[in-house]
Structure formats: structure tokens, C-alpha cells
């Protein structure tokens, strides 16, 4: 393993320019005459829209122009789309109302798009915003997501009567009703998982820019996959026509699934540039981030576990109400339906599933994928029934994982997954081992003679990444492919640029994918530049998110330069006056078999460029090559997450004080990356189990839209994380890849609720299990402990 | 943002006059703090635009008020809702009812409250405070125009939330969707503030 090939510790490249301020992230950049937007918001969860009077508006200072519903729909700009399409159970397709980029006649969220100002200057346009007067005839909301499809409701959509979107199903309901009557333990469990806010550091942003010299259309936008952006707005809202169409993606200051889809705010940006002939840029305010970027996670579930006599799993069946928001996100149908319950197996054996989800809108903010998607709230329910039916049945949990486990690979689970490959009772060995398992009684002790008391509690989750068979996608009802591409261009003095459809946004792919260069054709990763975000420069791709940007965009990566390898022995056996089959590449060095003679990988690429040693007839000159890679399966990631923790019973405060990770992501390209991810994904999971909740009060009014609220996780909430890894080279892509992204945020939640669960003695604590929730909680433990 | 207040305060004036001044648009338009106009549209309706400042949000709030089940001199519920633009809106009824007592007037009110949008997304924690801060204010004018004084107030009124430094703003957050704001002993016309501000909501 050489210093900065695959395998090594590279620090990370692009974090010079980052931690230095010298990042071109969106709101950087200016573009020359540009005007700046401002959304009129919607004050109400649920409102007509009888009247909107924006003549004061127009005569304030600055003001260029006011655009509103009907001058979207005047001009024929399509509605943002939901980009997978679910089938209920009786077969019909999904419900989905229209989604406009600006409300027409009718707002259904509080932060809904009423009008747009744009003006000279940012505060000018706010100035005039404050003048429009609009008259709304309030309607009643709909918060409550267990109510959203009950009779006698508001309703949000013509197209979704009872405001269901979808009744979708999955798994054998008679074989699975069958499991449970011959069950002889039965454990259920009612959980809310809760909604969350993403919270990207920089928040999202917008820059339409029209030249009327070329027809051409330039958007530059916070997006984690400019490629899907371009081909949204171009196929279905009709902005532009994608040859026409640039999409420019620069540094992104984080995602988390939130910067996936396509939002009104940039639509409106785009089409408004081409209206005024002018540059228009939007950045969100904190508290526009809070009200309109895409929530997470919201779901309700009924869930039961059977068991036989001897603790073997033989059933799981789950109902769950799938809050979707307002309106349907870019992806939301796909969160909790195939990202959700085909995970439901988890790392178990499980011969017998049936899950229903059903998808309602409510008055709140749009709905979709955010730092796992899916999984963590698959994983919160097994990894939750599985603790609770071990101590249901007085089992250790940590055995009763281990009695279910997988064994044998590959293994078809009854919910479509065909898990590849995975040491699910190495992993939990050597998480025990780590975490002291075996002293955690003692520590209990200690622990309770000084008033507090302690829980531990383990999480063995498993993820699907990298998705997946662009042919599978299809059949679910995916719009598009998940294919990812890459190109290799070498230039005539042997560095190299890779442009890749992934894009990076905290992911580390400028090193990794450097890293990846370097290690195959042997050349210091300084001569490796990533070229990522820009429609313009790259070839299509499909974007990073689901942990993709490696199982996937590697893949291509890897595929180009076997060609790039491929090519280049063609040009050294020219220059060697060897042939082609003779020539050996190791180390960045061309040699010929059997012989000193060789030539580096630099001289090669001159050489493709001069030509002067082969006929450019019979062989291509220059050295460039690309390729796109669709995945033959899902990766699955999955390990083993023990969390241990004290409670003050006196505050309900939780103070974590171990945690130990052993995760299996296959082979990895860059260990400290790799820990990192795992870093900020606990983070995140213990932000939704311990302080994270998005609150809509019954009005539909967010109360939680600012810091003050709203409890992101913190240093001081964490402890020294131990993080360790397997290896189970995934078989479906070349480089044994799984993908790290959301683990952390999938394997944290359950594993601090089990350990709180573990200390309280009762299952009766929902997330976020704020210090109010904990000490709640554990006033029952001191009445039951009192009672016994 | 759900708000309800009850409360009873004693005027020192008979109870025909404390309900002519509650119904003369010039008294109460020069009583509330930052009310621009005030206008009688209707019988029963007033329209009205005030100016006010909740923590960071400042707003102009027109709107509209609605007087009905109108005993004279005895009781009438009220209904207002004003929207602010950009700040948002707010929105409010109440049951307001006068009896004689000794020494004047007693009035009793019993109001709720909704505030939305901006307000309700950075000013919820405020609303309560600005609410009685704005009422002290109200209360000397009322009374003065009533040719009273205003008595003592037994408490220190809350600071006006604004000019409240964060941890007291902190202390002074309702509950979300149940705030209850029962005035004890205060001054008579600051509580005919609260429920007169609460029209504008």
C-alpha cells in the first residue's frame, strides 16, 4: 500500500481551501447585474388565497419585478415532481396533488411559496415583500399524521381523497398471519419515529442566469446532484432544454439527503432570469432552511414479532403511516416504502414479513430522504422489538441477536433483498469485546450506588447502499437509472482529471477518488484534480446520496481506468516495439515482460498525444476514457453499535459515556474518511434520539424554526467514539466497496434508546428522549421500582 | 400559537360610560400603542392598523374586528384578526362582559388568541410579554380617558419582551399550544389591554 494509495489515511484534500475560507460556495459567487429574490411566505398551514395585492409592493425602492402563482401558470412552468411512483396494494397508482412552484389559489404549509419579490438589493426586496397584501380564508390543518386519513378532515389535494397518497404493501400477509398464530411468544410495540430538520451548515441557495445572446440558462444551485436537477427542470417544470441548460453545483456545504431534490426556490430563480433578462440569486435565511427544506424521517408504526419457543424469530409484520408533508418531494414515495421495509429483516433470519405503509399528506413541510432514508427508521423498529422481545422472554439481547442471525450468503430475505454478503456474529463478538459487555453489570453497580443509573444498549442494524440495478429501480418504480459514470482524461504530461456524475459535499471524493487514480496508475494524488458539479464540464450522472459515491461512483471510476490501463499499453508497446500483450503495468511503470525495458506512466501519455510512435489510423491518439457503471445489487453495510450511558434521575439528563462501533463497509479506500463518516452519522442519530424533533403545533405553526428550538447535537453530548471495522468485501462491484455514509445515523438511534430503555426497567420512552421525556420516565421507574 | 387569558378588573366609572368608551373608536385608537388608524366600518366592525414590535419582529398588522351577541351594556363577544405581511398574522376572540359593583364597573373577559407565521416561528417565546408590556401602556391611557387614575399595579409588570434580556425571555416561554396567562392583582387597565390587544391578533 503505497502513502496515498487505497487503503492509506490520506488527510483530505479539498480541506485546505475549506478551513481556510477560500471555498466557492453558492453565495460567493456573483453574477454581474444580478437581482435578489425574496419568497412571500405563507403565515398559514392551510389557507385559500382570495387576493393578492401587490401594487404598494411594486412602488417600493429597488422593486424589478413580483411574480405569483398565476404567472407561473401563465407561462406554462410545470410542477415539481415526485420522481418515483408507488402502487397501492389494490394497484393503483400513487395520489399525488400538483406541486407549483409558487402556490396557486391555495397555500398547504407554513413557509408555502406565496409570491416572489426581486429587487436590487436583498433588503429591498424584503422591504417590498412586507407590502403585498394577500387575503387568505383559513382552512383547517392537518398535523396530526395517525388523523391525516380519518373521515370528516380537511383536505389537502382533490387528487388524494382522505389525503392518502398511497396503501402500499410488502411480504406474504397470509404466510406471516400464520407465523403468529403459532407463535409461542408474541412481543409488540408502538413507536413514533420522530421528524427531523436536516440543518446543513450552509443553507441552500440559488443563482438564475439567463443569457438572451445564446438562449442558454445557467442555474447555479445547492444540489447534491446537478445532472438530476437539469434533467427535472428541463423534462417535466420546461425551463429550458438541457442542451441549453447549464447546472452548476460548486462547494456544497452539506446535504444530508435535503440538497437531493429539486425545490421551488431555484425553479423560480431560473425561470425569473429569463423573464427580467437579469441574474436572480436567492439564499435561504436559517429560518426559510427550517420551514422548507425537505424534513426527515415522521412515521407512526405498529409493529409485532413472533417468536417460537426457542427465541427463533418466525414473523414480522408492521403497519406504518408514512407522513409526506404538503407536498410530494422529489423522492418521497421511495423513502418509506423501498428504502423502509425491505430492511425490515434486518441482520436476522426472518422467514415471514408483511409491512404496510400508508402515505398521507398533512399541513407541514414536504417530507423525504434525509441521512439514511429510510433504514434508520427500519432499523429503529428491529433493533427496538428485537431488544424488547429478549427481555420480554429473558433472554440477553445480545443472544437472541445472535441465535437469528444470517449465516449463510448469499441469503434472499422474504421482503426482495438478496443480502451478498456480511460476518453479522463477528461483528457482535468483537463489539462486545470492545465495550466490555461482560462488566457492564458491574458498572451498573457503581453506577447505582452513586444515584445514577446506567444502560447499554446495542444496535445491530443493517443497511441497503449504492442503489442499485438501474433495471430493478425501474420495476419498483423508479423514474431513473442509478447507474453512475466517470471519465478519466489524461494529459500529455500524466495528470490526470476525473470528472465524475457524483457529486462531493463533505463525502471527501476529491481524495478518495484521487486516491483511487494514484493507485492504479501509480502517480502522486497531486496529480489528480476531481472535476465534479457542473453539467457542463461532466458527463450525465445521477448525483451522491444513499451512500453511492463509492460503491458506485468508484465503480465507473474504476471501469475507466481499466480502459485508461487498457489504452495505455497499446501506446507503450509502440513505444517499447513490444507487443501489446507483452507489456506488464505495475507501479506506474509499463514494462516489457522479461525484461528491463519500461517506460512511466507519464511518458506513455505524452506519447498518446504526440503520436509520433504509432499510425494514428490503427490506433487512437490522445488518452481519455470513460466509463458508467450500473451496480449488479445493493451493497449492504451493517455492523454492530453498542451504546452505554447514565442517567441523572434527578434531571433526566443522559450523559453518554461509551461508544463502540464495529462496522462492516467492505474494503475501504480511505480508513480515517471512513471514521469520520461514522463520526458524524452517530452524531446525528444520538441529535434525533436524545435532542432533535421538529414540532408542529395544531395549528400547523413550526415552533421549533430556530436554534432556540430546535437541539442539534454538540460536542459535549458525545463521548470519545471507538470505532472499528470488518471486512467483507462486497462480491458486486470491483473494488469490494459498501459505502459509510448514513451508518452511523441508521445504527444510533436504536442503540441509545435500547440503552435507556436498559436503565429505566420500561419500554415507555419515545425520541427525542429529552431530559423532560428521561426524567418523566424515570419517575415510573422509581414508582414500579417501589412498587416491586 | 394557541394564547388564552381570562380575567376581571373593577373600573371606577358606571358602567354606561366604560362601554361607550369601549365602543368610541377616538378613545381606544389613542389608548393602543402603535395604532395607526382605527375605524368604524359597519355597525358592528372596526378596522384598524397598528404598528408593534415582537422581539425581532417588527410588523405592521392591519385588520379587522368584529363585535357580535351584543347585549348593550352588558356583554359582546368580539373577534379580530389582523395580518402583519411578512411577520405573519394573529387572530383572537373574546367574551367581555360588565357588571356593576361597587364603586363602578366590573369587567370580565375571557379571551384566546392564535399568532402565526413569523411570530410564531421566533416570537413565541416573546408574544406573552410584549402582550402585558404593551398593556400597562394601554391601561394609563384608557384610564385617563375615562377621567380616572390608573391604580398601582400590585406586580411588576413584565419587562417589554424585546428589551428583555434571553434568559428571562427564556423563562417567560408558554407551553406550546396551552399558554395561560391569568393576571393576578394587576392593575384593572392593563388586563382590559390584554383582552383589547388580542383584537388585533
Known amino acids: ?332 414515495s421511495f423513502v418509506p416504502t423501498y428504502a423502509y421495509a425491505p430492511l425490515l429483516s434486518g441482520q436476522y433470519d426472518i422467514p415471514n414479513i408483511y409491512c404496510e405503509v400508508d402515505a398521507v399528506y398533512t399541513n407541514t413541510a414536504p417530507v423525504d430522504a434525509y441521512r439514511g432514508a429510510g433504514r434508520p427508521e427500519a432499523a429503529f423498529l428491529v433493533e427496538r422489538i428485537v431488544e424488547i422481545a429478549a427481555r420480554e422472554t429473558g433472554r440477553d439481547p445480545a443472544e437472541l441477536r445472535r441465535i437469528n442471525f444470517v449465516k449463510a450468503f448469499p441469503h434472499q430475505t422474504p421482503v426482495l433483498m438478496a443480502y451478498d454478503t456480511g460476518d453479522f456474529g463477528g461483528a457482535l463478538d468483537k463489539a462486545l469485546e470492545l465495550a466490555d459487555y461482560k462488566g457492564a453489570s458491574r458498572r451498573k453497580a457503581e453506577s447505582a450506588a452513586k444515584g445514577k443509573l446506567r444502560g447499554i444498549g446495542i444496535s445491530a442494524y443493517i443497511e441497503a447502499c449504492g442503489v442499485a440495478p438501474s433495471q430493478a429501480v425501474g420495476m419498483l418504480g423508479g423514474g431513473v437509472g442509478l447507474w453512475e459514470s466517470a471519465e478519466v482524461r489524461v494529459n500529455p504530461i500524466g495528470t490526470v482529471e476525473v470528472l465524475t456524475g457524483c457529486h462531493s459535499h463533505g463525502q471527501g471524493n476529491e481524495t478518495t477518488y484521487a486516491q ?152 475501504l479506500i480511505n480508513p480515517m474518511i471512513v471514521e469520520g463518516q461514522v463520526h458524524g452519522g452517530i452524531a446525528q442519530g444520538v441529535g434525533q ?92 421507574t422509581a414508582t414500579k421500582r417501589a412498587a416491586e | 400559537m394557541a394564547m388564552t387569558m381570562t380575567g376581571e378588573a373593577t373600573l371606577p366609572a358606571a358602567r354606561g360610560k366604560v362601554w361607550a368608551l369601549l365602543n368610541d373608536p377616538e378613545v381606544l385608537k389613542g389608548c393602543i400603542p402603535g395604532c395607526q388608524s382605527l375605524e368604524r366600518n359597519g355597525d358592528n366592525g372596526f378596522s384598524a392598523v397598528v404598528k408593534t414590535k415582537i422581539g425581532p419582529v417588527a410588523a405592521t398588522f392591519k385588520g379587522k374586528v368584529v363585535l357580535s351577541d351584543i347585549v348593550p351594556e352588558v356583554s359582546y363577544r368580539i373577534a379580530g384578526e389582523g395580518e402583519g405581511g411578512v411577520a405573519g398574522f394573529a387572530k383572537g376572540g373574546a367574551k367581555v362582559s360588565l357588571a356593576d359593583v361597587e364603586g363602578g364597573t366590573l369587567l370580565r373577559y375571557d379571551v384566546e388568541a392564535h399568532v402565526g407565521g413569523k411570530m410564531a416561528q421566533l416570537g413565541s417565546r416573546l408574544v406573552d410579554g410584549v402582550a402585558k408590556g404593551m398593556a400597562d401602556k394601554f391601561f394609563a391611557s384608557f384610564a385617563e380617558a375615562a377621567g380616572g387614575r390608573v391604580a398601582p399595579a400590585a406586580p411588576a409588570p413584565e419587562p417589554l419582551a424585546a428589551a428583555a434580556p434571553p434568559s428571562a425571555a427564556r423563562a417567560a416561554r408558554p407551553l406550546v399550544g396551552e399558554a395561560k396567562v391569568i393576571p393576578q392583582q394587576t392593575s384593572w387597565l392593563r388586563r382590559i389591554w390584554e383582552w383589547f390587544m388580542l383584537l388585533w391578533r
Open chain 1, 1 to 332: 500500500m503505497s502513502a496515498t494509495g487505497i487503503g492509506a489515511s490520506v488527510k483530505r484534500k479539498e480541506d485546505i481551501r475549506f478551513i481556510t475560507g477560500k471555498g466557492h460556495y453558492l453565495d460567493d459567487i456573483n453574477r454581474p447585474g444580478q437581482a435578489y429574490a425574496y419568497f412571500l411566505r405563507s403565515p398559514h398551514a392551510h389557507a385559500t388565497i382570495d387576493r393578492i395585492d401587490t401594487a404598494e409592493a411594486r412602488k417600493s425602492p429597488g422593486v424589478v419585478a413580483i411574480f405569483a402563482g398565476d404567472d407561473i401558470a401563465a407561462d406554462k412552468v410545470g410542477g415539481l415532481i415526485c420522481g418515483w411512483m408507488i402502487h397501492s396494494k389494490d394497484g393503483s397508482p400513487m395520489k399525488a396533488g400538483a406541486h407549483p412552484a409558487l402556490a396557486q389559489g391555495k397555500v398547504r404549509y407554513v413557509g408555502d411559496h406565496v409570491a416572489v419579490v426581486i429587487a436590487d438589493t436583498y433588503a429591498r426586496a424584503r422591504d417590498a415583500a412586507e407590502k403585498i397584501e394577500v387575503s387568505y380564508s383559513e382552512l383547517p390543518a392537518v398535523i396530526d399524521l395517525a388523523r391525516a386519513a380519518a373521515p370528516a378532515q380537511a383536505q389537502l389535494h382533490d387528487a388524494a381523497p382522505n389525503n392518502t397518497i398511497f396503501n402500499w404493501h410488502i411480504g406474504d400477509k397470509a404466510a406471516t398471519d400464520a407465523a403468529f398464530a403459532s407463535a409461542a411468544h408474541v412481543t409488540k410495540l408502538d413507536l413514533v419515529n420522530n421528524r427531523l430538520i436536516p440543518n446543513a451548515m450552509e443553507p441552500r441557495s440559488a443563482i438564475g442566469d439567463y443569457d438572451a445572446g445564446t438562449d442558454t440558462l445557467t442555474l447555479y444551485t445547492t444540489s447534491q446532484n446537478p445532472h438530476v436537477a437539469r434533467l427535472v427542470l428541463s423534462a417535466f417544470v420546461g425551463l429550458a432544454p438541457e442542451h441549453k441548460f447549464r447546472v452548476i453545483a460548486p462547494d456544497v456545504g452539506g446535504g444530508f439527503g435535503s440538497k437531493i431534490f429539486i425545490y421551488a426556490e431555484e425553479t423560480v430563480c431560473a425561470w425569473a432570469s429569463k423573464k427580467i433578462d437579469r441574474p436572480v440569486k436567492w439564499t435561504a435565511e436559517r429560518t426559510e432552511s427550517f420551514l422548507s427544506d425537505a424534513h426527515g424521517r415522521d412515521h407512526v408504526t405498529h409493529a409485532e414479532l413472533a417468536l417460537d419457543a426457542q427465541g427463533k424469530i418466525t414473523g414480522l409484520r408492521a403497519h406504518t403511516i408514512a407522513n409526506l408533508g404538503a407536498y410530494m418531494s422529489t423522492f418521497s
Open chain 1, 516 to 667: 483511487l487514480v494514484s493507485s492504479r496508475l501509480g502517480i502522486p494524488i497531486e496529480n489528480v484534480s476531481v472535476v465534479h458539479g457542473d453539467t457542463d464540464k461532466v458527463q450525465f450522472g445521477m448525483g451522491t446520496y444513499g451512500s453511492r459515491s463509492g460503491a458506485v461512483g468508484m465503480s465507473a471510476l474504476s471501469k475507466a481506468l481499466d480502459k485508461v490501463e487498457a489504452k495505455a499499453k497499446k501506446v507503450a508497446g509502440h513505444v517499447l516495439e513490444a507487443s501489446e500483450g507483452d507489456i506488464e503495468f505495475k507501479e506506474g511503470k509499463f514494462t516489457v515482460k522479461g525484461t528491463d525495458k519500461s517506460i512511466d506512466f507519464g511518458s506513455v501519455a505524452l506519447n498518446a498525444y504526440t503520436a509520433h510512435k504509432f499510425n494514428g489510423q490503427e490506433l487512437e491518439p490522445g488518452l481519455k476514457e470513460g466509463a458508467f457503471w450500473d451496480p449488479t445489487n445493493f451493497t449492504f453495510p451493517a455492523g454492530v453499535h453498542i451504546c452505554e450511558l447514565e442517567i441523572d434521575p434527578e434531571t433526566g439528563v443522559v450523559t453518554i459515556d461509551r461508544w463502540t462501533a464495529v462496522d462492516d463497509f467492505g474494503k
Open chain 1, 689 to 780: 434520539a436524545l435532542l432533535e424533533g421538529a414540532r408542529y403545533n395544531e395549528d400547523g405553526q413550526l415552533v421549533t424554526a430556530s436554534y432556540m428550538d430546535y437541539c442539534m447535537p454538540r460536542a459535549d453530548n458525545l463521548p470519545s467514539f471507538k470505532v472499528e471495522t470488518i471486512e467483507t468485501p462486497c462480491p458486486s462491484n470491483p473494488l469490494g466497496l459498501k459505502g459509510c455514509g448514513e451508518a452511523g445515523a441508521i445504527a444510533a438511534p436504536p442503540a441509545v434508546i435500547n440503552a435507556i430503555t436498559d436503565a429505566l426497567g420500561h419500554e415507555d420512552v419515545a425520541m427525542p428522549a429529552t431530559p423532560q421525556v428521561v426524567w418523566r420516565a424515570a419517575q415510573k
